[in-house]
């Protein structure tokens, strides 16, 4: 069984519950990206999903092993790059990987093609018998990447890939990571930077210790659709007026401007004859797609407590 | 979960190579043994030095009060220093592998290397194992080291008095290649449990260098003249840690599952 499977997967340190009643199912050779703030839970998800913590609760399995159990299979097929390098500043390069076929048990002979052609593709070509200590961030975070690749992994998890990289560096690794997509291999991506998750996920959860949305990029944004509407005079004396409408909805008002926040498409006649009901005169309504981040921001707003 | 020995041997050469190039490390390593192999090299030299100095005899006959009237008091206390600086030289054995073991485990959480080195397929039994290895294959080394060197220097600072060797004798052969690696594991054990539960590298070696203080206390027991150190003495030592060794080993195999090792992650 291919793929990621997630069910009602839970963690609770103490009484403190860092995930809950997270389902979730990633098909194979997909990029799912897992949206959410800081303390969201991304990093204690990943490491269920890799059997480094035990679930309190549900079960998830990852290439048909059981997260809970079947840790030693489960860490064969999963590469994982955390959220530190975590690199041996004394080795060199070269050492560094090798210490992880070592630890797969692999052919060295014929891991080192694979591991030089990546070392290459991020620019590190040459650089194999420096000691890692010497090494920028970029280069130490790109090393690992070629370090969570060596054994040739089904599923890719990388936990915040691009955190504190400069630009160029965080653009280098991201072009990797879109590389590696398209080699259809399985990733899992997870972020608080929207425009990285918009650019190499196709489908992203958001989430906030639980699941507060989930589904494509663009149905994201969808869900996120606006009617920008303009009235005569200050457009802030409608409100009460909108916040009438049976499905009450969120509004932005400001000169004579009114962002309303719609659900469905189908909702829009109904704002504008509110509008009209309520005296305005309308010179102009036109649905818009909100940005992601305004989406994205609202669903953490809505997922709050 | 299957015992792969090639994953425990991987784990085993990462840190080795570490470790050699672990400078600071290293050069700490190093003290410890040359105090070990020069303080009694100099404490014969000065009784080989002034054999019949009136003093060295009532300092003999303070240890042993039944020694005989013709027997050299230099010898005696020569012998003494032997005898007794074996429980010292058992610091050693303790200590070193509990340096290696405390950067070595503890290392490995304060500088995040951790979790990539658990999201691997090495068990948490292969990950202590190489570590042990890795702590105690240097450790024993050192100290077998030092006895060479040992035996060869109170040898020859002792050859003008005694006129034969000394040294190796079967006290400090046996207790070097049998009672130092229980030492060795004993230290190495606390080590690493110790380092499973702190953070910092740092941490780790300080607690676990209390476990010295026993030592040297019953050191101080036999240079006050309360314990007679001998052969059957360090016998009942060498007993009572193996002992502690085997509840160490309880206790690892017991304590040490990945998600204890990872339960002090930030
Ligand atoms: N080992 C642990 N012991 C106790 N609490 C923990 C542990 N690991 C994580 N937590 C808590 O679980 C919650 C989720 O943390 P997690 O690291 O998974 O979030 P994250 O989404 O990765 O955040 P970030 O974006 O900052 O990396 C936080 O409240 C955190 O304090
Ligand atoms: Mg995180």
Known sequence: MSGIHVQDLGKRFGDRVAVEALSFHVRSGEVFGLLGPNGAGKTTTVRMLTGLLQPTEGEATVWGHRVDRDGEPLRKVVGLLTEQPGLYDRLTARENLRFFMKLHELDEAAAWPRARHYLERFGLGGREEEPVGGFSKGMRQKLAIVRTLVHDPKVIFLDEPTSGLDPESARTVRDAVAELASEGRTIVLCSHNLAEVERLCERVAVVKRRLLAMGPVRELRHAGQALEVRVEGEAERFRVALAQLPFAPNVLAEGPKLRVMLADDAQAPDVVACLVGAGARVHSAVPTQRPLEEVYLELLREGRG | ?266
């Not at chain 2, 299957?2 to 470790?19: E, G, I, N």
């Not at chain 2, 303790?94 to 080195?117: D, H, M, Y």
């Not at chain 2, 027991?221 to 085997?246: H, N, R």
Request: aromatic content about 10%.
């Open chain 2, 1 to 266: 979960m299957a015992f792969r020995p090639k994953r425990a041997l991987a784990v085993f050469w990462k840190d080795f190579l570490d470790l050699r190039k672990n400078v600071g490390l290293l050069v700490s390593m190093m003290v410890l043994p040359a105090v070990m192999v020069l303080v009694p090299i100099g404490v014969v030299w000065t009784y080989v030095r002034t054999p019949d100095h009136a003093d060295l005899r009532s300092v003999a006959l303070f240890y042993d009060p039944t020694l005989p009237l013709g027997a050299s008091a230099a010898r005696f206390l020569i012998d003494k220093t032997l005898t007794d600086w074996f429980g010292m030289f058992l610091v050693m054995p303790v200590f070193v592998p509990i340096l290696i073991a405390s950067q070595s485990v503890a290392g490995e959480k304060e500088r995040r290397t951790l979790e990539p080195l658990l999201a691997s397929p090495v068990t948490a039994a292969e990950l202590v194992t190489g570590k042990s290895l890795a702590a105690l294959v240097p450790s024993v080394a050192i100290t077998w080291t030092a006895f060479v060197v040992f035996c060869v220097g109170v040898d020859i600072v002792a050859w003008p008095l005694v006129k034969m060797p000394l040294m190796p004798n079967a006290l400090w052969t046996f207790g070097v290649f049998v009672i130092a690696p229980l030492f060795a594991f004993f230290g190495n054990g606390v080590a690493v449990l110790i380092s499973a539960r702190v953070s910092e590298a740092r941490m780790a070696q300080q607690l676990s260098a209390l476990v010295v203080l026993p030592i040297v206390g019953m050191v101080g027991g036999q240079v006050a003249g309360v314990l007679k150190a001998g052969f059957g003495y360090y016998l009942l030592q060498g007993a009572v840690v193996l002992v502690l060794d085997a509840l160490l080993l309880w206790a690892s195999i017991r304590l040490l599952d990945r998600e204890r090792l990872v339960s002090r992650w930030g």
